[in-house]
């Protein structure tokens, strides 16, 4: 499998619809509509416990690589460089 970097997520789970790629790893939400409507086929979740709303489709680990566990979202804030002082001490007083 070869890393084919996209803009966002949602431009990685279009090349898959459009045959681009193979696959894409993808949050759950980011994809379901898709998989409702039979446009994709969810092959495995990473985390420790099964996606509720999509609760036929297997962990990884129990789809056959054993002790797969990515239980994670990874999320961060980002502003412009150029970004007052002032402003960025207000969000992260906002964020505690």
């Excluded at 990685?12 to 619809?17: L, Q, S, Y």
């Excluded at 980011?30 to 962990?59: C, E, I, N, T, Y």
């Excluded at 979202?73 to 964020?95: R, V």
């Amino acid at each position: 499998m070869r890393h084919i970097p996209y803009r966002g997520g949602s431009d990685a789970v279009n090349a898959v619809m459009a045959g681009e790629v193979g696959v894409t790893f993808s949050p759950p939400t980011g994809a379901l509509s898709h998989v409702q409507a039979g446009r994709l086929r969810a092959l495995g979740f990473s985390g420790s416990k099964r996606f509720s709303r999509l609760p036929d489709v297997p962990l990884i680990s129990e789809a056959g690589v054993p002790d797969y566990v990515v239980d994670f979202t990874w999320n961060a804030w980002f502003a412009p460089a150029k970004t007052p002082p002032a402003i960025i001490n207000k969000l992260h007083a906002a964020e505690s």
